[in-house]
């Protein structure tokens, strides 16, 4: 039913949100990455280790993923530190994210230099991966505490 009206009304709608239905992202670095992997038919079926180079994003340390120098925040000007900005059409407002936080509702007082405001680094990371045997085409192994770190710990990765 929420993604009906996701689909109409929009994720972040005001109606949307009333009714439970809002998905206000987390993060704005996505937690898994997924990585293809090329297998030979042997391979899939009798298992084996594959080399694997990784690029991820890090949370900057300068600014612990704030995007701001010092850690220095303020009340976002374009939706006055509530995340959404409200459009009223007729007797309906409607709500959405606010593009200029992302939905935070703070803003930095000035960029981060590390990272050039955008709270995190392209990290590369090479790693042996166990490959178990029986992979059928197109099936995922997830590989936890590896891949994008988000706001509260690692994400994973999925080959």
Known sequence: MGDIFAD???EDSLFSSAFG????????IPRDLLVALDLSFKEAVFGCKKSV????KAFCVDCQGSGAKDNK??????????GQTFVQQGFMTMASTCSKCQGSGQVAVEKCMACKGEGFKV??????????????????IRVPN?????????GGICF
């Not at 239905?21 to 704005?28: E, G, H, Y």
């Not at 180079?53 to 991820?56: A, G, I, K």
Request: net charge positive; hydrophobic share 20%; with cysteine.
């Open 73 to 82: 925040m303020q009340p976002c000007k374009a939706c006055q530190g509530r």
């Open 21 to 28: 239905f809002s998905k206000r992202p987390q993060s704005k």
């Open 123 to 140: 990290q590369k990371e090479s790693f042996e991966l166990d490959v178990p045997e029986g992979i059928d085409n197109k099936n995922r």
């Open 8 to 10: 109409l009304f929009g």
């Open 146 to 154: 590896r891949g994008n770190e988000y706001q509260r710990g690692l």
């Open 53 to 56: 180079d990784l690029e991820y």
